[in-house]
């Protein structure tokens, strides 16, 4: 009989899967770590979903999320064609791989000069979202992971030319904006000047869009290389339901369309994210809230020691005093609240801290208060 680990390919066998924030179930913790909304849908998001939960749960949904790309397209000021739903916007981000890298591992005969290795390459910063070498290990595709700013800014351009580490040819370039895991805005313009540079395709990754102070939006309706990937994960309160999506050039959309799974978007999660379409002043009340608490939560953090980093998302990255930041973690817990700590080196001096409700923001605080009067006992 063959070995099981036999029949893997190697790709898979030697890959490092992507990490998600624990589920814990237990009771009373304060949980910040997975930047999920404090808030529920609204009642009317509630309702549609509990009122489409009958004997049609026998159907396939609509394959392509046709009144749902209708809606977002008449939000977005776009048509339909501009617009890609996927199961989360994990899975758009995986279909750009797919649709736009050409694997290159174990090609290297093939893929030996430069001019071909960069359309096998997926490029990022670091630190961002640790699921984007993922995608590229999955595919077999080059990852050129360059370093942000120690202030976690974006390179200007002429300063990526300067620096050579940076691929203008790369066949997929990510940029999270806001940036994750720092919580750090980036100016429209700015990513404007970096996207006229890249010869590929260009995502920028905008799930917490929705707590900054810009959006880039308009480049993907502009540039025929931008993609931009909004969630209803974080700011719409719908983590549950997993719906994502890419807004971009028709060209492209088709592309990435055509490898899709014929019904990638199940039916509860299409109703759920069109009901929430209807109510948008409720989420934008939440994010006014969810705003006020980052501030004051920020706030309380610096007068205890901590720097918090400025933020324009729904969580903060924060460097805590005293102890390293790992210790933290684990005096948290021991507190019932649970933060996020990431080992690379680029950030694991800190924590990261999912904004709850001002009640859970103000359990964090008197936690972070009671551990500072124990080492100082
Ligand atoms: C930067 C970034 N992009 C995308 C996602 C994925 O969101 P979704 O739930 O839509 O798959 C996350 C989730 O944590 C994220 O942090």
């Known amino acids: 009989m063959p070995k099981p680990q036999s029949l893997i390919r190697p790709l898979v066998r ?109 490029q990022y910063f670091t630190p961002s979202y640790s699921l984007y070498p993922v995608l590229a290990d999955i595919h077999g595709a080059a990852k050129n992971a360059v370093p942000l700013k120690s202030d976690f800014d974006l390179s200007g351009v002429a300063e990526l030319k300067r620096g050579k580490e940076w691929d203008f040819k790369a066949a997929l370039t990510f940029v999270t904006t806001p940036n994750a895991p720092s919580g750090r805005g980036y100016k429209t313009a700015e990513l404007e000047k970096l996207c006229r540079a890249q010869k590929g395709v260009v995502i920028l990754d905008e799930a917490y869009v929705d707590f900054a102070e810009e959006n880039a939006l308009k480049l993907a309706l502009k540039f025929p290389h931008v993609l931009v990937a909004r969630t209803f994960s974080k700011a719409y309160s719908l983590c549950f339901q997993r719906v994502g999506y890419f807004i971009g050039h028709p060209e492209l959309i088709a592309a990435l369309d055509k490898i899709r799974d014929s019904y990638n978007v199940n039916g509860l999660g299409q109703l759920a994210a069109s009901a929430t379409l209807d109510d948008l002043k409720f989420y934008r009340a939440n994010f006014k809230k969810i705003i006020a608490t980052r501030e004051w939560l920020s706030r309380e953090l610096t007068k205890l020691g901590f720097r918090a980093l400025p933020s324009q998302t729904n969580f903060i990255l924060a460097q805590p005093p005293k102890f390293p930041a790992r210790d933290w973690l684990q005096k948290l817990r021991e507190q019932k609240i649970l933060v996020r700590w990431f080992s690379a080196p680029e950030v694991s001096d800190y924590l990261r801290i999912t904004i709850g409700t001002p009640a859970e923001a103000e359990a964090l605080i008197r936690a972070v208060c009671k551990i500072l009067a124990v080492s100082k006992s």
């Open 14 to 122: 030697d890959l490092h899967a992507y990490v998600p924030g624990e589920q814990p179930k237990i009771k009373g913790l304060v949980k910040l770590n997975t930047n999920e909304n404090p808030y529920p849908p609204s009642p009317k998001v509630l309702a549609a979903v509990k009122n489409a939960a009958d004997g049609r749960l026998r159907l396939y949904p609509n394959p392509t999320a046709q009144a749902l790309r209708e809606k977002l397209a008449r939000l977005h000021g776009c048509a339909p064609e501009n617009i890609l739903v996927g199961n989360g916007s994990d899975e758009v981000l995986a279909l750009a791989v797919r649709c736009f890298v050409e694997p290159s591992r174990g090609s290297s005969a093939i893929f030996g000069r430069q001019a071909d290795r960069a359309g096998a390459t997926v």
